[in-house]
T-cell receptor, first 115, second 113 residues
Framework: AQSVTQLGSHVSVSEGALVLLRCNYS??????LFWYVQYPNQGLQLLLK??????LVKGINGFEAEFKKSETSFHLTKPSAHMSDAAEYFC?????????????FGGGTRLMVKP | DAGITQSPRHKVTETGTPVTLRCHQT?????MYWYRQDPGHGLRLIHY???????DKGEVSDGYSVSRSKTEDFLLTLESATSSQTSVYFC????????????FGPGTRLTVT
């Protein structure tokens, strides 16, 4: 079984400030990890993914995330927030032995960016 | 854009009526998924398909059935809609072996009154 916890359902930052969205997972086998972004009334868009290899992964729009096995974490960061980053962000996990490649999602974090 | 469309995009229906949502893909991918999105729960898997006529249950499959008679279409049916099935429904595809991410359609907002 696998699960994802996103700490903080709402996060507010000022424009230009660091963005940090937290994700912790549980998985009995090595995980694949993903961050998705959802803008209002749209579907989910893949931001970045970790499968194997380098633990610091870079995604679109200046976001990056670091896989920390010892902490079972995959936090999402961006050095400087833009107004356009306001959206809901979802962390997801898939186990490497998962035949159906099913994703388990966290509850989401809504990011608000103040001018 | 992974070539995924969903229809209808919005639907209001009454309790007890049957409802079918359609997901259509243009790129011949093997795996397709149906999720529902509810506040605070993220997305939860309803059913998925790994080929024509091959489907399996997800986390929240009660009250839902699916069918896949063609590679490009994956249908989700609510046999007798209930108010608890009011939600936004997303279809997703997985693009192939060695890639593990899923790509999502635009969603269908279903309201059961």
């Amino acid at each position: 079984a696998q699960s994802v916890t996103q700490l903080g359902s709402h996060v507010s930052v000022s424009e230009g400030a660091l963005v940090l969205l937290r994700c912790n997972y549980s998985s009995s086998v090595p995980p694949y990890l993903f961050w998705y972004v959802q803008y209002p009334n749209q579907g989910l868009q893949l931001l970045l993914k970790y499968t194997t290899g380098a633990t610091l992964v870079k995604g679109i729009n200046g976001f990056e995330a670091e896989f920390k096995k010892s902490e079972t974490s995959f936090h999402l960061t961006k050095p400087s927030a833009h107004m356009s980053d306001a959206a809901e962000y979802f962390c997801a996990v898939s186990a490497q032995n998962n035949a159906g490649n099913m994703l388990t999602f966290g509850g989401g974090t809504r990011l608000m960016v103040k001018p | 854009d992974a070539g995924i469309t969903q229809s209808p995009r919005h639907k209001v229906t009454e309790t007890g009526t049957p409802v079918t949502l359609r997901c259509h893909q243009t790129e011949n991918h093997r795996y397709m998924y149906w999720y529902r999105q509810d506040p605070g729960h993220g997305l939860r898997l309803i059913h998925y398909s790994y080929g024509v006529k091959d489907t399996d249950k997800g986390e929240v499959s009660d009250g839902y059935s699916v069918s896949r008679s063609k590679t490009e279409d994956f249908l989700l049916t609510l046999e007798s809609a209930t108010s608890s099935q009011t939600s936004v429904y997303f279809c997703a595809i997985r693009t192939g072996t060695g890639t593990y991410e899923q790509y999502f359609g635009p969603g269908t907002r279903l309201t059961v009154t």
